[in-house]
């Protein structure tokens, strides 16, 4: 971690791209640290279903406004526009989310002319760390606009008990229909039933 203040640039605008309230928490306390208040960005086609979606969602508007921060919220609800950018491969649905969303952040911040975008889906130790990595270099070269990275790891925990402290909705699952029927399918297997 850099010391505190040192190393930022003047006039540095930083565009966060949000997952969700809970991990953002400790993403914004951290580049806080660094003198940095970033602008908050919602784009997440792949919650689902829609009262999951606006649960979040609110939860994000909340936090935003406790934290006293500008944000950018994408509010329409996509399940179909999910399925058909996210489907074409459902093995790599993951990587085809990051790249959809990221994208739309790179491209935002680029034309609204922000110095960096990030996102918090750096912090969750159950995401893809390096293909999210690879993903915003990408939309970086893609768009001419830096890619802020930062591991965000170390924080996880931390964020995550500082959450629940605030009384936010923490999700069950990462928020696409694919994560919910892998929670679902895992708690069901592990129950036992009799059957005479």
Known sequence: MREKGKGIRDNFKLLLHCCCAPCSV???EYLRSENIKPHLFWYNFNIHPFLEFKSRLECFKEFA???DLKYTAF???ELKGFLNKVFINSEKHCVNCYRVRLEKTARFASQEGYSAFTTTLLISPYQDHEAIKSIGEEMSNK???EFYYKDFRPLFREGQAAARSKGMYMQKYCGCIFSEEERYI???SQRKYNVN
């Open 143 to 145: 768009y001419n606009v």
């Open 26 to 28: 400790q993403c914004v």
């Open 65 to 67: 406004f406790e934290e």
């Open 186 to 188: 895992k708690d069901f």
């Open 75 to 77: 509010e329409d609800y």
